[in-house]
T-cell receptor, first 114, second 116 residues
Framework: AQSVTQLDSHVSVSEGTPVLLRCNYS??????LFWYVQHPNKGLQLLLK??????LVKGINGFEAEFKKSETSFHLTKPSAHMSDAAEYFC????????????FGAGTILRVKS | DTGVSQDPRHKITKRGQNVTFRCDPI?????LYWYRQTLGQGPEFLTY????????KSRLLSDRFSAERPKGSFSTLEIQRTEQGDSAMYLC??????????????FGPGTRLTVL
């Protein structure tokens, strides 16, 4: 079985400061891991994905995530927050043995203060 | 715009009515997924198709729900005898299958259902 736990339901940062959104996963197989972003009234957009080629994954808009198998974590970071980063972020796990269906975390709402 | 379209974008209905949603995936994508997202939660898997074959249904998909993909292109999701608990955003996603485990799923904008 697969599951995802996003450790913070809300994160608030000031513009220009670092962002850390935490995610732990559980999977019985070698998982694929993703971060998706959802802006208000917009569709889900893929930020980045873990492909097993490199543990540090770079995504769009300056976001990165590091896969740590020993900690079963896949935390999302960004060195400097921008106002346009305010959105809801979902950590996602999938597994080809389960048809690649996506299992989403509950989401973290990121607020960026000016 | 990801290339996946859904219709309608919004649907308001009365309890007990039937509703049908449509999803048009990216044309060369042979996998199509349906998810449901309720307020404050992440999307949850409902069902998926490979071409016209429905390969898996979640236990969330009660017998009031039915999905089809008759020609392996667009898909429909029908809810019969709607209940207030069916109020949610219904999301469709499509992807290629080339046996790579990390195929990206492209999401449509969703259909927001409100059951009064």
């Amino acid at each position: 079985a697969q599951s995802v736990t996003q450790l913070d339901s809300h994160v608030s940062v000031s513009e220009g400061t670092p962002v850390l959104l935490r995610c732990n996963y559980s999977s019985s197989y070698s998982p694929s891991l993703f971060w998706y972003v959802q802006h208000p009234n917009k569709g889900l957009q893929l930020l980045l994905k873990y492909t097993s080629a490199a543990t540090l994954v770079k995504g769009i808009n300056g976001f990165e995530a590091e896969f740590k198998k020993s900690e079963t974590s896949f935390h999302l970071t960004k060195p400097s927050a921008h106002m346009s980063d305010a959105a809801e972020y979902f950590c996602v796990v999938s597994d080809p043995e389960y048809g690649n269906k996506l299992v989403f975390g509950a989401g973290t709402i990121l607020r960026v203060k000016s | 715009d990801t290339g996946v379209s859904q219709d309608p974008r919004h649907k308001i209905t009365k309890r007990g009515q039937n509703v049908t949603f449509r999803c048009d995936p990216i044309s060369e994508h042979n996998r199509l997924y349906w998810y449901r997202q309720t307020l404050g939660q992440g999307p949850e898997f409902l069902t998926y198709f490979q071409n016209e074959a429905q390969l898996e249904k979640s236990r969330l998909l009660s017998d009031r729900f039915s999905a089809e993909r008759p020609k392996g292109s667009f898909s429909t999701l029908e809810i019969q005898r709607t209940e207030q608990g069916d109020s949610a955003m219904y999301l469709c996603a499509s992807s290629l299958v080339d046996y790579h485990p990390n195929n990206e799923q492209f999401f449509g904008p969703g259909t927001r259902l409100t059951v009064l």
